[in-house]
């Protein structure tokens, strides 16, 4: 192979591993943000703060 193929190889390479990463913090990110919403649900649910839905919260509450 010539210079240029293996310079496009490499940087195309660099490229891929660098979008790879973008995309694992990303997710490391929304799985951070996950883990902080469900502990606060917990805490809150701990401290006596009772859920507002009572089943399904598209039921309907009355028979009409």
């Keep these: 192979m ?6 496009g190889q490499k940087s195309r390479k660099e490229a891929l591993e660098a979008q790879a990463k973008l995309r694992r913090e990303r997710a490391a990110e929304k799985l951070r943000e996950n883990l902080g919403r469900r502990k606060q649900q917990v805490r809150a649910r701990r401290s006596g703060q ?15």
Excluded: H, V
């Excluded at 009772?50 to 009409?64: Q, R, V, Y």
């Design 50 to 64: 009772a859920d507002e839905t009572n089943g399904l919260p598209a039921a309907k509450m009355d028979e009409s």
């Design 2 to 7: 010539n210079e240029k193929t293996e310079t």
